[in-house]
């Protein structure tokens, strides 16, 4: 018998777990809103029916009353006119009006009691009501931006953050080969620039030395004799004024110089 109790409040737990599941918040607050709506208006329905019954009780008292009254000035008037037994007759009918009308009055009283205790609890249902209708807003809201939570939260775990970031670093490792290549070239550039300069200054510097190995080579002229060292300076300095051969040497030099910036 124990095994079958645990077996049976396994399987109404299993249930309860799966109807609460079940139960979306947005509609089991507007059902529970339409169900105090449904109530209201049974309550009004209520309180009608508990009006019209008071406003009738009223009515038949007021009549009993009136007749109790009538019937006891007919009495009066029969006792003037000496007629003991139609005096007799008509308090009769005026003690039965006026028992009527004081049960009536009762009645009335209860009705009234009734009626203002309906009417209080249907002022109460409709505060409720409201109140109701306004945290129903609010559950809803909460119940939303808690279901978009939910969602961001299993849309951010789907996201294999791994991968991403794979993608970022591996972005980043050929970004910093482009600019590694890029520098490369710069500084490739900037050296042949510079290898191209060090071989004119290394041309000049050659054809400079081949030059003077050449003067050195050249025998000097013998001294003229019976001269003056007046004439021999002249004659020194008519020699070293520039001839057509230097002119020529000097052109071709710079037309070679001409071919190797064209060159660069």
Excluded: C, H
Aim: no cysteine.
């Amino acid at each position: 018998m124990g095994f079958l109790d645990r077996l049976g409040r396994v399987v109404r737990a299993n249930l309860n777990d799966m109807v609460s599941k079940a139960e979306d918040p947005e509609k089991v607050l507007e059902q529970a809103v339409a169900d105090m709506g449904e109530s209201l208006v049974q309550l009004r329905q209520s309180v009608a029916r508990a009006i019209a019954a008071q406003k009738k009780t009223e009515q038949q008292y007021n009549k009993n009353k009136i007749e109790a009254g009538n019937w006891q000035k007919r009495a009066e008037l029969a006792i003037s006119k000496n007629d003991e037994a139609l005096a007799r007759e008509a308090l009769v009918r005026k003690k039965t009006f006026a028992d009527t009308a004081a049960v009536l009055e009762q009645q009335l009283a209860q009705q009234n009691q009734q009626v203002k205790v309906l009417k209080t609890n249907l002022m109460a249902l409709e505060s409720k009501i409201q109140e109701a209708k306004t945290k129903k807003d609010m559950l809803k809201a909460r119940a939303n931006a808690a279901k978009a939570n939910v969602e961001l939260q299993s849309t951010m775990n789907n996201i294999d953050s791994s991968s991403a970031m794979g993608a970022f670093e591996k972005m980043e490792d050929k970004i910093m080969e482009l600019e590694a290549r890029s520098e490369a070239v710069n500084v490739i550039g900037s050296s042949d620039l510079e290898q191209q300069f060090a071989q004119l200054e290394a041309s000049s510097t050659v054809d400079d030395e081949l030059a003077m190995l050449k003067a050195a080579s050249q025998p000097a002229a013998p001294a003229l004799e019976g001269s003056s060292v007046e004439e021999i300076q002249d004659q020194s300095s008519a020699s070293s004024e520039p001839t057509e051969e230097d002119f020529a040497a000097v052109d071709a030099e710079l037309e070679e110089l001409r071919a190797q910036m064209k060159n660069m």
